[in-house]
């Protein structure tokens, strides 16, 4: 899944990829580096046990006053991209209204946190679910294994 969005800055390049980092690093995604002119920050694992971990990368090219984000999570379902959408979304939007807009970082990230809360939430939700369905079964179980075992 990719998210692309373009938007414009006053700002000069350093100054916008200073904010950038700090608006990324304080959502807990950490710089990659740079590569072919772009800056890169990626956050999750390779290998995610929970939707909240997924592998993410977010790319920001500065051309002239014209900021280009790509944020991407490449290992998705359909399923899990419909519940990230959200978050990616917010995301980019998040940076321009930062960026561009000058609103302050904490107030330009909350609909970024409020989307990885929902996602959140949801994991809470079906594993919640999980373990009582387990719970049920096993009760079940053991109602069975007792009544043949106190039947003549």
Do not use: N
Not at 36 to 62: C, Q, Y
């Amino acid at each position: 899944m990719v998210v692309e969005h373009i938007f414009i800055t006053t700002l000069e390049r350093d100054d916008a990829l200073v904010l950038a980092d700090a608006f990324f690093t304080d959502l807990g995604l950490q710089r990659a580096g740079s590569r072919d002119g772009a800056d890169e920050w990626t956050a999750g694992k390779d290998r995610p046990r929970a939707l909240s971990d997924f592998k993410r990368t977010v790319r920001v090219d500065f051309d002239r006053g014209r900021i280009t984000l790509a944020a991407s999570a490449p290992t998705l379902r359909t399923e899990q991209e419909k519940t990230c959408q959200p978050y990616m979304l917010a995301l980019a939007a998040s940076l321009e209204a930062h960026i561009s807009h000058g609103q302050p970082a904490e107030e330009a990230a909350a609909p970024v946190l409020a989307a990885m809360d929902k996602i959140k939430r949801r994991e809470r939700r079906t594993r919640l679910i999980a373990y009582i369905v387990i719970g049920v079964f096993l009760v079940f179980l053991a109602v069975v294994i007792i009544a043949v075992a106190l039947s003549p």
